[in-house]
């Protein structure tokens, strides 16, 4: 439906016409025939969000997909000193965070994420994630930019009568707010707080935000991925555990979205240096490399780590048998070991320790780059998890780095804990079982920096699509992709699924895990059916390519893919993107005329889809002429296209005429490859019984 604009004064005289004039009837739209489906409007082009619109017209993006001219973000680079407490399961922590004001324009706000407060008791969260338990969230006992103190009230912990407290936490807010020129957290009880700066970071300026802080890991029976980090006191796995500066784009400025669970992240890159200290004995794994092996390791350790990358075997660095200080680790007199950690260019950070971790490594062979370390640190009770994961992923390292380009990382590390699934720069939170699929996540969004948070599907959707290509090459097999873009026609216009486009944080629990994860491989299905498979994947690594460490969003990839490929895609990227609609096509009619057989076919859904029609002959008969748009597949098979335009202007039904001489016609099946969605695929072929009905025979 268009938009009537009126100015106020037209809109009056419309009013006062209105009131004066006859009333007006709305004309009845009379009913189309029985059966019959009304014409279609196809949209082709790519709706146009404000965000993109402005990034666009600032030059930060442009139609070609690639980054713009003006391109620009944030860095943040953190130095942070962490430490902890069995005894309480508490982590205490002091960071120092160099923000890096890359955009064009001054910066009167720093946005945080204090994700420890999603285990608070008020906090919202999505269902079915449920946090293992209820903790005091992040602390902060001190909080500073260039030296220069913030004012943390609205941090503090709610006192008495839950109601009464936050008035008190929202008026000595709004009390600090009022002194000008004075630093003040806003929202420190949330996921998602800012600090409003008395002195705004200049373009192109750097500030330095300073955090002391402390919370407790929680533990217990969480529901759902980083719900629950830690095995009673002698295994923790931290993870959003520090205060993280929030991503800040050209597209919309500060991130605000809350953590509610499923979702994952949006994150600056930048450096990382970072000092954990736990009592010695305890193992430490993490993003980045080992700064000082000679002073937490015992010299077998480090003799054992020289040979990881010499061959493909599994090398135990630290056996079950080997527990404790002086064993497990080099001894301390503090009774406390130091483990520190360098990563460039990342956008998180992650590590796990245990009291009794078994540490086994061994090597991926990267293309154009050389060997890389596998590292697996897991308990000696669940070694039959981690026997094969090793193997798992080298094969993954080594297979997405030929599909897409080479792992960017000097490490990777495979970490045993309550959270088997999950992603972080150099770190995977998995034993074999998503060795594959978590690996993947080094390509997105540990490199190709995906907003994970809004579009999930180009982070989880991308990697179940290579996934499906690495176990397939895994096997010696070739990958099928046939029949996944027609799944879809089955599940097209349920009333609880959200476009993909939609925000995957506000999804629902009915379809989180299918919109994010699972249809981007039916998408790509269809695309393949179209421009074929290997084009896709090709287009894919040049779009991954020109994106390296930087930050896409779905209309660079959409651009991106459109001129990769040659293409105008719009009306596909919107039908399968913007829409739920499938294309649910079917074969309408076959009728022989001479050397003619007209096929119809009909398309009864919003989705348009190319007509591609496999028509099988009679073992004998004349010879079999060439038709345009036709290829002959095999001595009595021809596949015939028809392009997408012919849906342009509305139409339901297309008449293809089969022009191929008097061999007879025994059989034909539309979408022969099952990729475009369709409800009712058995009315897709001629004859739809089983019996063999000959057409054109002499």
């Given at each position: 439906m268009a938009m009537l604009r009126l100015s106020l004064g037209g809109l009056a005289a419309a009013l006062c016409a209105l009131s004066s004039a006859a009333p007006l009837v709305a004309q009845p739209t009379l009913p189309a025939a029985a059966g019959a489906v009304p014409p279609r409007a196809v949209r082709r082009d790519i709706p146009m969000a404000n965000a993109i619109r402005r990034a666009m017209a600032a030059g930060t993006r442009d139609s070609t997909g690639r980054p713009g001219a003006k391109y620009w973000q944030l860095r943040t680079d953190y130095d942070i000193d962490v430490s902890l407490d069995p005894a309480t399961s508490r982590l205490t922590g002091k960071a120092r965070i160099t923000i890096h004001n890359t955009s064009p324009e001054p910066m009167p706000f720093i946005g945080l994420r204090f994700d420890p407060n999603h285990f608070l008791g008020n906090a919202p969260h999505a269902a079915p994630w449920v946090p293992a338990e209820v903790t005091d969230g992040m602390v902060l006992t001190r909080m500073a930019i260039d030296g220069k103190p913030v004012n943390i009230a609205s941090n503090a912990a709610l006192g008495g009568?839950?109601?009464?407290?936050?008035?008190?936490?929202?008026?000595?807010?709004?009390?600090?707010?009022?002194?000008a020129g004075e630093n003040t957290l806003l929202s420190g009880r949330s996921t998602n707080a800012r600090i409003r700066l008395g002195t705004p970071i200049a373009a192109g300026a750097r500030a330095v935000l300073e955090v002391d802080w402390s919370h407790k890991l929680p533990g217990g029976p969480g529901t759902g991925h980083r719900m629950t980090q830690r095995w009673a006191d002698t295994l923790y796995q931290p993870t959003q555990w520090f205060p993280r500066v929030a991503k800040y784009d050209d597209l919309r400025g500060w991130d605000t979205e809350l953590y509610l669970g499923p979702s994952e992240f949006y994150n600056n890159f930048g450096t990382f240096d970072v000092r954990i200290d736990v009592p010695h004995g305890w193992i430490v794994s993490g993003t980045g490399t080992l700064q000082n092996p000679d002073q937490v390791l015992t010299p077998t350790a480090r003799e054992r780590l020289a040979r990881v990358t010499q061959s493909d075997a599994v090398t135990t660095i630290v056996g079950p048998d080997e527990v404790g200080p002086g064993q497990a680790t080099a001894s301390s007199p503090s009774g406390r070991l130091v483990w520190r950690f360098h990563a460039d260019t990342v956008n998180d950070f992650a590590w796990a320790t245990a009291k009794k971790y078994v540490w086994t490594a061994t090597r991926a062979t990267i293309p154009g780059k050389g060997a890389v370390p596998v590292h697996m640190v897991y308990l000696p009770g669940r070694a039959n998890l981690f026997a094969k994961a090793g193997e798992v992923t080298r094969h993954a390292l080594e297979f997405y780095s030929r599909l897409w380009f080479p792992y960017q990382f000097p490490q990777l590390t495979l970490?045993?804990?309550?959270?088997?699934?999950?992603?972080?720069?150099?770190?995977?939170?998995?034993?074999?079982?998503?060795?594959?699929?978590?690996?993947?996540?080094?390509?997105?969004?540990?490199?190709?920096g995906n907003n994970e948070t809004w579009y999930g599907w180009m982070d989880e959707g991308f990697n179940q699509y290579m996934n499906i290509l690495s176990d397939a090459d895994a096997e010696r097999k070739p990958p099928v992709l046939d029949g996944l873009g027609q799944s879809y026609g089955r599940l097209s216009?349920?009333?609880?699924?959200?476009?993909?486009?939609?925000?995957?944080?506000?999804?629902?629990?009915?379809?989180y895990g299918f919109t994010t994860y699972s249809k981007t491989p039916l998408m790509l299905s269809m695309l393949g059916g179209i421009v074929g498979d290997s084009a896709v994947q090709r287009a894919h690594r040049e779009w991954a390519t020109a994106w390296l460490f930087k930050h896409p969003s779905p209309w660079d990839y959409m651009f991106f893919m459109n001129t990769a490929l040659?293409?105008?895609?719009?009306?596909?990227?919107?039908?399968?993107?913007?829409?739920?609609?499938?294309?649910?096509?079917r074969v309408a009619s076959v009728k022989r005329q001479g050397l003619n057989t007209a096929v119809t076919v009909a398309q009864d859904g919003q989705m348009p889809a190319p007509i591609v029609l496999e028509v099988k002959f009679a073992p004998a008969g004349a010879p079999i002429r060439p038709m345009r748009n036709a290829v002959l597949t095999d001595s009595v098979t021809a596949r015939v296209t028809v392009p997408v335009d012919v849906w342009f202007d509305g139409r339901r039904q297309h008449?293809?005429?089969?022009?191929?001489?008097?061999?007879?016609?025994?059989r034909i099946t539309l979408d022969p490859d099952r990729r475009f969605p369709d409800r009712n695929p058995t009315d897709n072929r001629w004859p739809q019984s089983g019996d063999v009905k000959r057409v054109g025979v002499p």
């Open positions: 009568i839950a109601a009464e407290g936050a008035r008190a936490i929202q008026n000595a807010q709004q009390a600090a707010a009022a002194s970490q045993d804990g309550p959270s088997a699934g999950m992603e972080y720069p150099m770190v995977i939170n998995s034993n074999v079982g998503a060795a594959d699929h978590e690996a993947g996540h080094q390509w997105w969004p540990m490199v190709v216009g349920t009333e609880s699924e959200p476009p993909m486009m939609w925000n995957a944080n506000y999804a629902g629990p009915a379809s040659g293409r105008d895609l719009g009306w596909f990227w919107n039908s399968w993107l913007f829409t739920t609609e499938s294309v649910d096509h008449t293809v005429n089969l022009v191929f001489g008097g061999r007879a016609i025994e």
